[in-house]
């Protein structure tokens, strides 16, 4: 066990784990932030996607002892940034959702795509997105609504 | 041309043969016609008057929150219900939100008899119950208007959560509702012909996206109540193995776990008490599977070194 302090979504906490324990069961064990999903613990899903350093990141592989300072965002925090509201609202607009389990992690990813590409294009949203799989296969308005909050953007 | 059905029981053998036909297709269907089969005559039915209010909930706001007797797993049942009951009622659909049911009789699928989603029936099996809910919600919102003004209820109207009578006279749902829970309930009421619908037929946005979009919405992984532990079950690596030995050292030595034992699943009855600390060790027997017990989620240490420990056949 050791004290890692880290910063979730704005604030400082303080957790007591294994160094080795991955980001995703800090995030949903210890800080209660569920919206994060466990989806298959080898980073082949996309499920337990969220921003470490901006980066989009599989937290199930990610060892707390690496994080560091790094700012974490989670899918509970992404609607605070205008980026991340364009992307909830174009996804609701777009009725992209449907059982909605690995939808935090689409989320995430497509935040990550559209704060460094401003207009992707279908080959930028493929490459990017490619490594989130979902079971509902709500692929094709993923893509429109990625399209969509890049217009809103300008 | 099909023969006409003379009764439930012809129902259920034309049920069963149209099964054999497609058993290759339909995987779900199957299994709910199967479950069709062998559960009606031992469950009790599900009551045959459903109470509104057990499905409709009209805060003195306006704000209407529909019950939805089905689990939501991406088909949108949690919005198609909803706008089947919202139209018989004539509410307004930007008032409406929906909440899954909590386990209870009265929401039972009203022909499988027991509270299940599957073989494509949400709609098919509840269309009616949904519409009569609707209606009879409606009717009650009419006598409650009816009273107040001294008229009769047949001579009100309702449209999108307005109940609108003679004269100038109207009053919004929201302002009816405590008096309209005193009403009874109607035994019959008349339902709308097809041609009425306003808001079936209709595209609308899922009631589920939003908290589905800022991870609000709690899955069956989230759940976390107080003293809850966490059973992690480690398969063998093939199909049919058996536990030759079983080296449960590495699992027994990470913080929290609290058992290691193996679990019979000759009989899928044996399941339901594995949760709880009780009565666990009586369900030790021969057994093709382990099962490690936790008070928290830490399933990516405790399968690994479970894993080990599973002998091949």
């Known amino acids: 066990m050791a004290t890692f302090r880290l910063n979730v979504n704005g604030s400082q906490k303080t957790v007591d784990v294994d160094p080795s324990t991955p980001l995703l069961w800090v995030l949903r064990e210890e800080l209660k932030l569920t919206g994060t999903k466990y989806g298959c613990g080898i980073s082949a899903c996309g499920a337990c996607t969220v921003h470490v350093g901006g980066i989009a990141t599989r937290s199930c592989i990610v060892p707390v002892d690496l994080v560091g300072e790094r700012p974490i965002v989670t899918i509970e925090a992404i609607g605070n940034d205008p980026v991340g509201s364009a992307v909830q609202t174009a996804w609701i607009e777009k009725d992209v959702v449907q059982c909605g389990y690995c939808q935090s992690g689409q989320i995430m990813s497509a935040v990550a795509l ?14 990017s997105m490619g490594g989130n799989l979902c079971r509902c296969a709500t692929y094709a308005r993923i893509r429109e609504a990625i399209k969509s909050a890049s217009q809103q953007l300008g | 041309m099909r023969p006409a059905l003379k009764n439930e029981h012809d129902l259920t053998l034309n049920r069963r043969s149209f099964l ?5 297709a339909a995987g779900g269907l199957i299994v709910s016609l199967y479950l069709n089969r062998i559960t009606v005559a031992q469950q009790p039915p599900p009551p045959k008057v459903y109470p509104p209010d057990a499905f409709v909930h009209i805060a003195t706001d306006g704000k209407i929150r529909i019950t939805v007797n089905r689990l939501e797993f991406g088909q949108g049942v949690q919005t198609s219900l909803p706008m089947i009951l919202a139209d018989e009622m004539d509410a307004d659909w930007a008032q409406v939100t929906a909440a899954l049911a909590p386990a209870g ?24 119950q949904y519409r009569e809910l609707g209606a009879k919600t409606r009717a009650m919102l009419m006598a409650a208007a009816a009273d107040r003004w001294q008229v009769a209820p047949n001579q009100c109207r309702t449209e999108n959560s307005v109940v609108y009578g ?28 097809a041609s009425d619908f306003r808001i079936i037929g209709k595209r609308v946005k899922r009631l589920d996206s939003p908290a589905k979009c800022d991870g609000s919405q709690k899955f069956g992984l989230d759940l976390d109540l ?48 594995l949760p709880t600390d009780s009565g666990l060790r009586n369900k030790r027997a021969i057994s093709s599977r382990l099962i490690g017990i936790s008070p928290v989620w830490n399933v990516w240490t405790l399968r690994s070194s479970l894993q080990n420990t599973n002998s091949s056949r």
């Open chain 2, 226 to 273: 107080p003293g809850m532990k966490i059973a992690v079950v480690a398969h063998p690596p093939v199909f049919g193995a058996k536990v030759k030995t079983i080296d449960d050292r590495d699992a027994r030595g990470i913080s929290g776990v609290r058992d290691v034992f193996e679990i019979p699943l000759r009989k899928a009855q044996a399941l339901p008490s």
């Open chain 2, 105 to 128: 009789d009265v929401y039972k699928d009203p022909m499988f008899g027991i509270q299940m989603v599957g073989g494509s029936g949400s709609i098919a099996h509840s269309f009616q």
């Open chain 1, 114 to 127: 559209l704060k460094d590409t401003k207009k992707p294009t279908d080959k930028n949203i493929e490459e």
């Open chain 2, 166 to 193: 003679p004269g100038n006279r109207s009053a919004r749902y929201g302002e009816l509702a405590t008096e309209a829970a005193r009403k009874p309930v109607p035994e019959k009421v008349t339902l709308k012909n």
């Open chain 2, 20 to 24: 054999q036909v497609t058993t290759a």
